[in-house]
């Protein structure tokens, strides 16, 4: 509990003391009713400040307003009727402020539990300077920057690891726990705990890029974006507030003027005392607090499986997603390939493999990796001019004074080179060199291993339609699609196409059904941005699919889109839940509110009831992806 709710809690066991006090211990009128008024003040001075100042602001109908005047009503028509006995005010400020706290207490619990994700920024960085460590801010640190990490810290900032070997924590960042084992050379994200060694890390990114940041960012700004559902109940608020509390006017005046009219006597404080009953029943607070609270849960929760999911909108939209589309390279494969052959070469075939890895030196797909991986050298860009890369076809540049081309059948067609087909199974590199073919080298990537689990389980969650995209050859994707289990399949597209092929898709989409593409961003960027929801591959995805896409995937595991859908329905359950039952009740009291059958006193109770019940649905939400 933080201060402000230990004071409201110290309030209201106040106010509860005296409410049990005088309606216990018979007391002179006067007196009881100072004391009465004391109470009443303890509890509700906050909410008068509040509603005053609304009306000052000229933003008059919020719940503040409701409860103040409901109250001032109760207890202007208690000194009219020349009772003592102010209770009920003070019993529905008592209630009401009792759902506040339990509400801020779980909003805050809930918010921690993001913030445990949250707690994942790190406040310094080492850097050792004659032979001394010293901690600096990593804002202040440059790229290529040696850090140093100690067991128990958190990796600050991107790098690669250039001494030492430890074990990673990385479960706040992708939902899973068995510790990562690194060594030099290896890539580390930051945000993870160093477990047991000292590592030193050289950053390859500034902080402000880095995973841990770009995190941040988008958990931060995920509450921006709204929901229908949640859209749908502030607009609903706007107009239900004013609405109820005309509705209470006219049942504070119109049925006493008809009885008097038809010479039966106004009884106007028993109509004034429906009236304000009726206020207090309508305060929508269940509501307005439960939905965002939902989708909040929902989102929190999803972030601790390693889902990033950027705002409630698209939790809407993909709990009504059911066709998925995929990307190949990245997506369900690893796209790290392994040079499996080199073919028909005039050169040596170290030399073939240099060139391409020359040409590929300034390209970040996972193709152009591999082969600078398989080369092994240390590579001389200054040897490598011209470098122009095409999309979906491969690279064309000058290495050496030489014309350098590398890629698929596509680019040797368009620079019109007759190309030697390959018997084998895999992804063919063709190579040009100043014109004419040199060779290809044969690469081939494997399937992720939760690839083929991950579309069962999107078929088990009922998604209707698999589909896989891919530029590469039509041969290597059926053969992956057929592993996979995947429903159909398209091969040799070239960005636009796939574009295309997506727009197609979803022309065929009926009513509410909707569209996933899933890609690692290499090629596929606008796909991602074009289907109504965008999931990006994380770790290995590119900047700008993590800006592109909807949803991001910490750890590239396929398996978690099923896992997201289902959060994501569930989530959108809890809502639909709570808008029925909250509603249901509200328009049940309104009705015997109006008839004279609820008092302020059930009011209250069925209002700060019906609040509890939904709060603790919603928080149910925090807990949809341990399924
Ligand atoms: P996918 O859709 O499977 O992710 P891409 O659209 O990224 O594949 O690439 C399609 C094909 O284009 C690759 O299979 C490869 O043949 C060729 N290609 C793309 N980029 C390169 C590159 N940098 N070097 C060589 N070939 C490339
Ligand atoms: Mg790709």
Known sequence: MNRKQKKSLIRIIIAAVLLILLKTAPMPGRLSIILYLAAYLVIGYDILRKAFRGILNRQV???NFLMAVATLGAIALAVYERSSDLSEAVAVMLFYQTGELFESYAVGKSRRNISALMDIRPDYANIEKDGKLERVDPYEVAVGTVIVVQPGEKVPIDGVVLEGTSSLNTSALTGESLPRDVASGDEVISGCINMTGVLKIRTSKEFGESTVSRILELVESSGARKSRAESFISRFARIYTPAVCCGALALAVVPPLIRLIMGLGGDWSIWVY???????ISCPCALVISIPLSFFAGIGGASHEGILIKGSNYLETLSHVKTVVFDKTGTLTRGVFEVSGIHH??????????YAALAECASSHPISLSLRRACGKELDRERVRNIKELPGKGVVAEVDGVSVAAGNEKLMAGLGIETIPCRSVGTVIHIALDGSYAGHILISDIEKPHSKEAIAALKRAGV???VMLTGDADRVARHTAETLGIDEVYSELLPGDKVDKVEQLLSKLSGKARLAFVGD????????????IGIAMGAMGSDAAIEAAD???????????????KISRKCIRIVHENIVFALAVKFACLLLGAFGIADMWAAIFADVGVMVLAVLNAIRALSAGRL
């Open 521 to 532: 961003g290499i090629n596929d960027a606008p796909v991602l941005s074009r289907a109504d």
């Open 464 to 466: 209707s339609r698999t």
């Open 61 to 63: 109908f919020d719940e």
């Open 551 to 565: 949803i991001v995937l910490m750890d590239d595991d396929p398996l978690k889109i099923a896992k997201a859908i």
């Open 274 to 280: 429906r009236a304000l009953t009726f206020l207090v």
């Open 345 to 354: 070469n005039r050169l040596e075939n170290e030399k073939l493999l240099e």
